[in-house]
């Protein structure tokens, strides 16, 4: 009845308060269900709170809230047991009563607070801060805060930079600005007088400058504007040294370089080419063509060096750097391997020299005066005298066409004047006054040629306009130090670092590179060349070359791509069987004809090829006259010229009494000939039985034929001999054969009678009629008839 009208009144047959049933006899009766009583409203303890909950149907559940000041609810629901909470799904959490907690030595008092809840405290007087508490089932934990004092002004380091604060209370935090020239916004924080970075940094910008690029063994310097932090910029490479461009990029300060972008490409500095003569080359070294700059990736055709002349009458003076005295040698005789043998002079320690008209001036190194001597006098302990000016002291002196010029000392400027009007007191007359700071000078056709001591490069200036600025420079950047420089040949030669060093006047540019050195045996101080008058001098030929070089520069290597140096042949001789012939000097795969002189014949045809002359062709000696004896025979052979043709003699016909000639030719001073002299026939008599024949005189191989005659008139005789002459002695062929004398024959018991019948032919007789008839043919055999 409790149930009836109730809304539940149907969960009392569908929801089991127990367990279920299984089966069921299915008759009436109270054992057969299981009861579901609803549970009625009361209260449970939970955390020391009471909770109130009301009614509830069998099987329902239903959340119950703490009261305060305790925090939570329960999960209650209405079972077989009847009332039952369920501990895991919640229960009444405690309150925490206010306190007091202790920050180091500071007491902060806090207020009560319900669980969960914050509560904070105020630090005490004195201090800056609050303290706050959280409330956890009735106890008071510390969650956050400090008690502290408050910042002064300061500074400090954010990043790479340093940035200023101002006065800060505790636990409050700023924003600052970075400095000029950098980048941010860090923010601080200060705590208990302690200011501290709590975000954010300071990065710097990087200021304009060089960014070093190596590439081999190649150093440059990229030149850049400032660039902001974290960005990057594209700049071309140094032109001068490289090609490309480069990204550079700036972090806090610091440029560095993106290689995945790209790089700088060498140029090819100042060099030689090579071009490889055949493995004995005895010109090698001469065959390296020079070469200025050449940009990367591009290619230049070169000459190939041209010939020059030296005289042996040609010295070079040079002061020794360690001792400062005064060496020479023959200029000709330059070379890395020689030797500059003894001091001329050790009395006075040199600077400069320079020699003119046989005459030796030098710079004192202690003094820097001006002194001279005649060469002739000049010996290891010769005394130099006085100055012979005192109005300069220098660093340098040259001498050109009866000039003097020197470069004064400290001024570095250039002066010049005339040996011929030089005193003692003469003053000199100034010829450069521009800021250049000269240390060394050359005159050469009226040019001065200049040593810029800070730059290590050469200068130069007409010397016409006294005011007038120095134009170059001329030759390339040396990471030697230039000391002296002189000039000969169409050369620029300078000592730098203690050695000798050269370039063409021609090929001097602001990328030339010096060649050399030159000599390794002593240290150089200072040179001076001694030219001699060449319109007298007699030189030497120094043969040049021809051709061009095709040369291409990849990433600073300076390669061979066609080409090659043919040398010329300087004059010379050529010797063939002895004889030596002189030719002049020629171009390379040019050819001169050389006649042989008068005791030989023949003709050298010589081919200059690379440097070396060959020839073709033969100079034979010429043959002397000689006799020849043959068969008895004397055969006058008179001086022929020699021949190389086998095939062409001379003919020289036997004596009178001989019949023939002789075929001779000349080789090589010899004669060769051959032929035979063959003896003639006199006159004379064939004679056979009673026949003869008169023959005349023959010569060899000629012939005479004769007919046969009779010695005696009663006789006959028939044919010929044919006469021959062979070599002095006579054959014949053919016979005399006697003819048939009229006769009597006796022919058939009957006598015949017969005229005169020739040898060898027939005749016919009639037989006498009267006694009988018919006719009887008879031939002669050598005199009988038959």
């Known amino acids: 009845r409790l149930l009836e009208g109730r809304e539940d009144a149907g969960l009392w047959n569908s929801n089991s308060g127990w367990d279920s049933i299984s089966h069921s006899t299915g008759r009436c009766g109270s054992a057969c269900f299981l009861r579901a009583n609803p549970c009625y409203a009361g209260s449970i303890r939970s955390g020391g709170a009471v909770v109130n909950y009301g009614n509830m149907s069998f099987g329902k559940t239903m959340n119950a809230s703490c009261p305060l000041p305790y925090r939570g609810a329960l999960l209650v629901s209405c079972s077989i047991s009847g009332i039952t909470v369920d501990m895991t799904a919640g229960r009444c959490l405690r309150s925490c009563p206010g306190g007091a907690y202790f920050d180091r030595s500071f007491e902060v008092n806090y207020p009560s607070s319900y669980h969960g809840d914050l509560a904070s405290g105020a630090c005490p007087r004195g ?43 505790h636990q409050t935090e700023q924003t600052l600005l970075c400095p000029a020239g950098w980048t941010g916004a860090p923010r601080v924080r200060c705590d208990d007088s302690s200011v501290t970075l709590i975000g954010g940094r300071c990065d710097k910008h990087c200021v304009a400058g060089a960014y070093p690029v190596q590439v081999g063994s190649t150093l440059g310097y990229v030149p850049h504007a400032s660039i902001l932090h974290n960005t990057s910029v594209v700049i071309p490479c140094p032109a001068d040294q490289f090609s490309g461009s480069v990204m550079l990029g700036c972090l806090d300060g610091q440029v560095s370089m993106n290689h995945s972008f790209g790089t700088c490409h060498r140029h090819c500095p100042p060099g030689q080419i090579s071009s490889v003569g055949s493995p004995d080359d005895f010109a090698s070294a001469r065959r390296n063509v020079s070469h200025s700059t050449l940009l990367h990736e591009t290619e230049k055709v070169l000459e190939c060096n041209p010939g020059f002349y030296t ?29 500059y043998g003894v001091a001329l002079n050790e009395y006075k320690t040199v600077l400069s020299l320079a020699i003119y008209s046989e005459v030796l001036y030098v710079v004192d190194s202690e003094d820097y005066m001006l002194y001279s001597m005649p060469l002739a006098q000049v010996e290891p302990t010769s005394f130099w005298g006085e100055p012979i000016s005192t109005t300069i002291t220098c660093l340098s002196v040259a001498i050109d066409e009866g000039v003097m010029y020197v470069v004064g000392k400290p001024d570095g400027k250039v002066y010049k004047q005339s040996l011929t009007g030089m005193r003692e007191s003469t003053p000199w007359t100034l010829l450069s006054s521009d800021a250049k700071n000269i240390s060394g000078v050359a005159v050469y056709n009226d040019t001065i040629y200049a040593i810029e001591w800070t730059e290590k490069r050469v200068y130069m200036n007409d010397g016409v306009d006294p005011f007038a600025s120095w134009t170059g420079p ?69 043969p040049g070359f021809v051709g061009t070089l095709r040369v291409r520069c990849d990433d600073g290597v300076a390669g061979l791509l066609e080409g090659e140096c043919r040398m010329h042949c300087a004059a010379g001789a050529v010797i063939s069987k002895n004889v030596v012939l002189y030719y002049g000097n020629m171009s390379h795969g040019s050819n001169v004809t050389l006649v042989c002189p008068p005791t030989h014949t023949g003709e ?27 068969n008895g025979a004397v055969v006058s052979i008179p ?102 004398t009229e006769g009597t024959l006796n022919n058939n018991g009957v006598n015949i009678n017969y005229p005169r019948i020739v040898s060898g032919e027939i005749g016919v007789t009639v037989c006498e009629p009267n006694e009988m008839y018919g006719t009887v043919a008879i031939k002669c055999e050598r005199g009988f008839p038959v």
Not at 499 to 519: C, E, R
Not at 686 to 697: C, L, Q, T
């Open 127 to 169: 201090a800056q801060g609050n303290i706050t508490m959280r409330c956890v089932d009735g106890e008071a934990r510390y969650a956050f805060g400090r008690c502290g004092f408050n910042c002064a002004p300061g500074s400090m380091r954010s990043g790479s930079g340093i940035v200023q604060y101002t006065e800060m209370d």
């Open 639 to 740: 001086a022929m010229p020699h021949s190389n043709d086998g095939l062409t003699f001379y003919n020289y016909s036997c004596p009178n009494t001989f019949y023939g000639n002789i075929s001779a030719r000349c080789f090589e001073g010899e004669v060769r000939w051959f032929g035979y002299c063959s003896k003639s026939c006199s006159a004379g008599r064939f004679e056979r039985a009673s026949a003869f024949i008169d023959y005349p005189g023959l010569g060899h191989l000629q012939t005479y034929t004769g007919l046969c005659v009779a010695k005696y008139p009663l006789l006959s005789y028939t044919g010929s001999v044919t006469f021959e002459c062979v070599d002095g002695r006579v054959e014949s062929q053919g016979g005399c054969y006697s003819d048939c």
């Open 311 to 339: 005289y042996p009458q040609d010295m070079l003076y040079v002061v020794g750097d360690v001792d400062g005295f005064i060496y020479k040698i023959p200029f000709q005789e330059l070379a890395r391997d020689m030797s």
């Open 474 to 542: 001329i030759s390339g950047p040396f990471n030697l130090q230039l000391s002296s420089i002189a000039v000969a040949y169409g050369y620029v030669y300078i000592t730098a670092a203690t050695n000798m060093y050269k370039q063409a006047i021609d090929d001097l540019n602001d990328t030339s590179a010096w060649l050399g050195p030159l000599s390794n045996e002593q240290r150089l101080r200072s040179m001076s060349i001694q030219v001699v008058d060449t319109s007298s001098a007699v030189g030497v030929w120094n």
């Open 604 to 630: 050298l045809v010589t081919t200059c090829d690379d440097g070396r002359t060959r020839y073709e062709g033969l100079c034979g000696i010429n043959c002397q006259g000689m006799t020849v004896y043959t």
